[in-house]
Structure formats: C-alpha cells, structure tokens
C-alpha cells in the first residue's frame, strides 16, 4: 500500500479526495442558491412591476376579460402568494405561456440558444485568441513601445462598447465596402461582423489580466532560477510562467464564459439576429414575463456553472485552493 500511495499523485490521496469532494459540493450549494435567489428575485420584481392581466390583455380590455385572466392564472391571490406560486413553477420547470404567440415560454426559449451559442462561442475563441497572445507580448516586452501599444488597444477596447464596434464594422464593410452583410444572416459571412464585435470588446480585458498574471509571475524566485540556470526564455515561458498563470486566469475566462448570454443582447438587436439577446430585447417591449424570467434565471444558471467549473479547475490546478477554502 505504501507502494501505491507513493505513486499516485498527492492530488488523489484519500485526505486531499475527500477535501476535494467537500469543496465541490460546497461550490456546487453555492451555485444552485445562487440561482435560487435569481429566481426569487426575478419572480418578486416582475411580479410587482405591473398587473400581468393589463400587460397581456391590454389597458383597453374589457373589466370582465381582465377579472377572468386574474382567476385563472391565480393573479387574484395576494401578492406574496402570486410570488410563491411562480417561485414553485419556475423550480419545475414551468415558466409559463408566452404573451407574444400563446407558446410555453422554456421550449420558445430554448430554441433560440442554438443562434446565440453560434456568434457567442466563436467570439469566446476570438476572445481568447487575441487577449491572451498579447497579455503575453506586453508582459515579455514590459515598459517597451509594444507593451504601451498593447495596453493603448486594451484600454480602447474596454472603453469602446461592442455595440459601437458594430457599428463601425457594418459602416466600415458593410456599407462602404459592401464585402458583409450588414444584418446577421444564417451564414459565414453573415456570422462575422456580430461574432468581431463580441469578440473584440473582450479581448482587451483578457489581455490586461494575461499582462498583469504573467508580470506577477516573472518576478518570483522560481523563475529567476530558471532563468539563471541557463534555460531559454521560451521554455521558462513554457515550464514556469504560463502554467502558474493559467489559475490567476482561470477566474477571468469564468466570467467570459458566464458572461456569453448577457454580451450578445445588444450586438443581436444590431445584426438582428434571432437569439436570446434579441429575444429578450422583445420579450422586454412587449412585456412578456414568462420569456423574461425564463431568460434571465438561464443566464443566471449559465454564470452559476461557469463559476462552478472554474473554481474545480482552479482547485485542480492547484491543491493547495482545497486546503485553504474547501
């Protein structure tokens, strides 16, 4: 057994496995309170902001029609109790019957995460392929000309909206040079102007966050050991600096994960296209709640996983998390 314990990695070791198994499961409460709060407060906002009979029948609808959707939907009920009653149903999965087409508001939902994933993933790439390339350059070359320009474009990408990204881009090529269309069309050219825009927007925090990990990096005494004992600068990058970078960075690419749902409403409304972002933009202006709450406890749920599944990687990369936290 001595044997064993010897060869397996001190990760699996049975203390560490059972630690590791707590702060999973700690995470993972955390996670699914995280959206219950969500849920509760979506239900106790939306549910206060205006009458849903009026919202869905209109100002201008008989009293009789008025008194009748309020019974059959339970909104003749006092108020605490209507939030009650949709707090439930959420929790099984019941969002209600969308006030635009008369459908059940999670499949309507649903269907429209497929659009959203198709310009929200490719722009996570984008993302990650532009900010960490040169957080990296700047970090190498620090207090150099390259890492001022670097720096410059990170902070007017932070500065810039996406929306106004898009916009310049559909001025630039869609209008000008007529290479893209300038709505979002189910194609690869229809594809690009909504997925640089989102893409573009979120580099430069990437990038700041990739300089300032490895900087922090650099300076440690592994490091300067590495370097003194004669090791090129491409394997100290390669065998010291970016493996200890990637936890600091972990915590940032949790967000940009999460934060996918939420990014795409305004660049959808701009390329008009037929995701969730545009999808609540509508759901909004016509006041259908049951869409509204259903998009945004997914949104919440989508951030909540994210989170999750960053902190286990973190707490895998490196044990010593579990130990302090777990």
Do not use: Y
Not at 14 to 37: D, K, N, P, Q, S
Not at 160 to 174: D, T
Request: charged share 10%; with cysteine; hydrophobic share 60%.
């Amino acid at each position: 057994m001595e044997g064993i314990a010897v060869v397996l990695p001190g990760f699996f070791c049975a203390g560490i496995f059972r630690v590791m198994a707590r702060f999973i499961a700690w995470r993972l409460l955390r996670a699914v309170l995280t959206v219950l709060c969500v849920a509760l407060f979506v239900a106790i906002a939306l549910r206060i902001s205006g009458d849903p009979a009026v919202i869905a029948l209109g100002p201008d609808a008989p009293a009789a029609a008025l008194q009748a959707f309020r019974a059959q939907n339970g909104l003749n009920l006092p108020i605490p109790m209507q939030i009650a009653r949709q707090f439930l149903a959420m929790l099984h999965g019941n969002f209600g019957v969308s006030m635009m087409d008369g459908t059940q508001a999670l499949p309507l939902v649903l269907r429209h995460v497929i659009p959203t994933l198709e310009i929200a993933v490719p722009a996570l790439l984008l993302k990650l392929a532009l900010g960490i390339p040169a957080g990296l350059l700047a970090a190498v070359r620090q207090n150099s000309w390259i890492d001022r320009l670097v720096m410059a474009g990170a902070a007017l990408g932070l500065a810039v909206p996406n929306f106004v990204i898009g916009v310049l881009l559909v001025i630039v090529f869609a209008v000008k040079l007529g290479w893209l269309p300038s709505s979002g069309q189910p194609s690869f050219a229809g594809l690009l102007l909504p997925v640089i825009s989102l893409g573009l927007a979120g580099a430069g925090v990437l990038a700041r966050f990739t300089r300032s990990a490895i900087v922090g990096v650099l300076t440690q005494p592994h490091v300067r050991a590495a370097s003194a004992k004669g090791l090129s600068r491409s394997a100290v990058l390669l065998r010291h600096v970016l493996p200890n970078a990637v936890a600091t960075l972990l915590p940032v690419i949790g967000l940009a994960i999460g934060g996918l749902l939420a990014g795409t409403v305004v660049v959808e409304t701009l390329f008009s296209w037929p995701g969730l972002g545009n999808l609540l933009v509508v759901a909004v202006a016509n006041r259908d709640v049951p869409v509204v709450e259903c998009i945004l406890i997914l949104s919440a749920a989508t951030m909540a996983l994210s989170n999750l599944v960053m902190d286990v990687a973190h707490a895998w990369r490196d044990p010593r998390i579990v130990r302090g936290r777990g």
